[in-house]
């Protein structure tokens, strides 16, 4: 999860996104915590819409949205600006 924050940081997309499926392979063949999670499906959100991918950056902030309430998550409230946003562009 470092990882993924510090290429998103960077903003090194190519790396992000073969990253990113390659930590989702692994997440979903184990039960993750919903807020490791939501962190990797928000950074997800992100990489889509900055490649312009409105819907698929509205699904991944939609899911992101769902794990880090059923964390309790304060962070919540910022991945649904993100959802808002994202639904809005699609």
Request: aromatic share 10%.
């Amino acid at each position: 999860a470092l990882q993924i924050q510090l290429y998103s940081r960077k903003k090194d997309y190519m790396n992000l996104r073969e990253l990113l499926y390659r930590a989702l392979l692994v997440v979903e063949g184990a039960i993750p915590h919903p807020r490791t999670l939501a962190l990797i499906q928000e950074i997800e959100g992100k990489m889509h819409l900055a490649s312009k991918e409105f819907e698929a950056a509205d699904k991944s902030f939609f899911r992101a949205f769902k794990s880090y309430d059923e964390a309790g998550d304060r962070n919540r409230l910022r991945c649904l600006k993100y959802l808002v946003m994202a639904s809005m562009l699609h």
